[in-house]
Each structure stands twice: as C-alpha cells, then as structure tokens.
C-alpha cells in the first residue's frame, strides 16, 4: 500500500485546511484508515480514524472540529478540519491498516497562526 498525503499548509486560528491521502497498490474499500500527527517535542497521536465499513473515532482533542470520510470511489481518505487551534499546528501522517499491517505517508505540514 502506498500513500500520498496533501493538503497541509499555514492557516490562522479559527481557519479550515482539508488534508487528502491517496492510496495505491491494493483495494482501498478494505483499507482501515487513519490520521496520526506529530508536533514538535512531543509523541505521534492518533487524529481520527476511519473502518473499511465507515465507522469512525476520534481523539477527544478534535471532536466537533475534525471529520474523518472516504471516498473509495476515489481510493481516497479525508480529513476535514475546521476551528483549528494554535494546538493543532503538526505534522499529520495518514495511516493505512490491511490485514493487520500498517503502511504510512509522508507527513504534510499544518500550521495554525495567531
């Protein structure tokens, strides 16, 4: 499974970014799928994640704010973010789990300013 994030870049508090991750190299609708971050000094969270069937969870800092979704169709994860916080400025990975496996993407960059 490869992975390609987008989406990432510089926004100010309040703002809306939506990141996209591409998958390639297996079937997609059976892919569990993810979003981790990671900011400086500190250890990679889980974000939001989202099941082969679109059940969704997420990290008790973003609900309300975030929306994880799929689009098969697309072979294509999102992630929705609006009201974001100075806090939420990381990197963001997405995360891609088959058969118990986990493959990542390179990270994409947010930014939240004052």
């Known amino acids: 499974v490869q992975l390609q994030a987008c989406g990432g870049g510089l926004v100010q508090a309040g703002g809306s970014l939506r990141l996209s991750c591409v998958a390639s190299?297996?079937?997609?609708?059976?892919?569990?799928m993810a979003w981790y971050r990671q900011a400086p000094g500190k250890e990679r969270e889980l974000v939001a994640a989202?099941?082969?069937?679109?059940?969704?969870n997420y990290a008790d800092s973003v609900k309300g704010r975030f929306t994880i979704s799929r689009d098969n169709a697309k072979n294509t994860a999102y992630l929705q973010m609006n009201s974001l916080k100075l806090e939420d400025t990381a990197v963001y990975y997405c995360?891609?789990?088959?058969?118990?496996?986990?493959?990542w993407g390179r990270g994409t960059q947010v930014t939240v300013s004052s």
């Open positions: 995360n891609g789990r088959l058969r118990g496996s986990p493959y």
């Open positions: 989202i099941t082969s069937g679109g059940s969704t």
């Open positions: 190299g297996s079937p997609f609708s059976i892919i569990a």
